[in-house]
Structure formats: structure tokens, C-alpha cells
């Protein structure tokens, strides 16, 4: 008879970043806060492939990095006049230019049909990134979704993260958060789970500077990572 019992305790919950690790947003990221400059009376300010890391890096970044551009003093006072547009901007053109990693669909069908648990924890407002997970096929994929705005937190607070993992029914102890940011990385250590930091973003191999529990270079390479670090 124990054998017929579930193994759930066995199965691992897999959380993911979203911009930078399953999808590559970056050109749209930017060309939303160019637009929200223009509608500000200013010039375009990024540009996409240099850029890319200050992308990731959210919104009110790119308009700090565009106000150092201007040569405009009040970084932040830009910042915030400007983060509106840019999410009106953004949620228009939300998939113009995003595309998925190489190999992303199927390493979480793979981690699915295992009988793993996949959702997705991002600094990106709920609503938009709802939308973007739509328009990218991945909704049936992702149950648990949260956003920047979904609870009181973000991160690296790693209430969202914790979150994340209680309503995929999973634990802490058998989980593990991939992402491609320090962010990523402080909240995984907060609540005391690994973290994959992917490679292929425009940080690249830098990202091992962070000092991941282990580095993705490729999705075709995930299971292996996961048995490693969640045997």
C-alpha cells in the first residue's frame, strides 16, 4: 500500500522570474520608455540591446538612466512622472518584440509532466504580466502568478517569493527560485531556497559573481541543474 501513496514531498516547486529568464522583454521594455519620454517633450533615450540590463531592471531604472542622459538633476522626480506613461506605453505593445529563451516551452512541459510545480514570481505590475504570459502561450503553464503589485511586498522582500510557493502547495524546502538578477538572488536568500541565475541575459556569465547555488546556461540544461539541487 505505500507505494500507492502521492509522493508530493518528492516533488519540487519551480518559481521563475519572468523578464530575463523566461522571456527575452527587453525591446519592448524599452521602446515603452521612450515613449514615455516623447509624451514628456524629450528626445528617446535607450537603446535596445545596450540597454537591455537597465530593462530588467524595471521601468522607473530606464527613466533614472534617461533623466542622467538629459543631464536632468531630479532622477527620481522623472522617474516618477514618467512611470505611468511608460506602463500605458507598454501595456499597448506589450509583445512586439519579446521573445521566449530557446528551450523555455519545453523544459516546463517537461518539469510538468513530472508532476512539478511551475509559477512565476516578477517585479512587473500583476496585470501586465498576466497579459504578457497570455500573449506568450503560458498561461496553462503558470497556476500561480505574482506580481510587483499582488502583495504589499516585492522583491528581494521574499514574501512574494514565499508566496509563490504556498499557493503552488509546495515548500520552501523543496523549491527553487531561477532568475537573472540580484534581486533574484537576495530574495532566494532571504527565504533560504537556491537560486539558478540564468547566463543568456545581457549580463551573461557575470551573473556567477552573485554566487548562485548554480548558473543556467541553457533551458536544455534545467533538469539536470534541478537534481543537483533538489535530489
Avoid at 167 to 188: C, F, M, P, Q, Y
Amino acid at each position: 500500500m505505500g507505494d500507492l501513496l502521492p509522493k508530493g514531498h518528492h516533488l519540487r516547486t519551480i518559481v521563475f522570474d519572468l523578464d530575463g529568464t523566461l522571456a527575452d522583454t527587453a525591446g519592448d521594455l524599452i521602446a515603452a520608455a521612450n515613449a514615455a519620454l516623447v509624451q514628456l517633450g524629450h528626445a528617446p533615450q535607450l537603446v535596445m540591446g545596450s540597454d537591455d540590463a537597465t530593462a530588467f531592471a524595471g521601468g522607473r531604472a530606464m527613466l533614472r538612466l534617461a533623466a542622467e542622459r538629459l543631464g536632468i538633476a531630479d532622477a527620481e522626480g522623472l522617474a516618477d512622472t514618467g512611470y505611468q506613461p511608460l506602463l500605458d506605453a507598454y501595456g499597448a505593445e506589450i509583445d512586439t518584440h519579446t521573445t521566449l529563451y530557446p528551450g523555455t516551452l519545453a523544459a516546463i512541459d517537461r518539469l510538468r509532466a513530472q508532476g512539478h510545480a511551475t509559477g512565476i514570481c516578477t517585479n512587473k505590475p500583476e496585470g501586465l504580466a498576466v497579459t504578457l504570459i497570455a500573449r506568450l502561450g503560458l498561461t496553462d503553464r503558470f497556476p500561480v502568478l505574482i506580481g510587483a503589485d499582488t502583495l504589499p511586498t516585492r522583491k528581494p522582500d521574499p514574501a512574494p517569493l514565499a508566496e509563490t510557493i504556498a499557493r503552488l502547495g509546495g515548500a520552501s524546502d523543496r523549491a527553487v527560485l531561477i532568475g537573472d538578477t540580484i534581486t533574484d538572488r537576495k530574495t532566494a536568500a532571504a527565504l533560504g531556497v537556491p537560486c539558478v541565475l540564468v547566463t543568456f541575459g545581457p549580463n551573461g556569465r557575470a551573473v556567477a559573481e552573485l554566487e548562485p547555488e548554480a548558473l543556467l546556461d541553457h533551458y536544455d540544461e534545467l533538469d539536470a541543474v534541478l537534481d543537483r539541487l533538489l535530489p
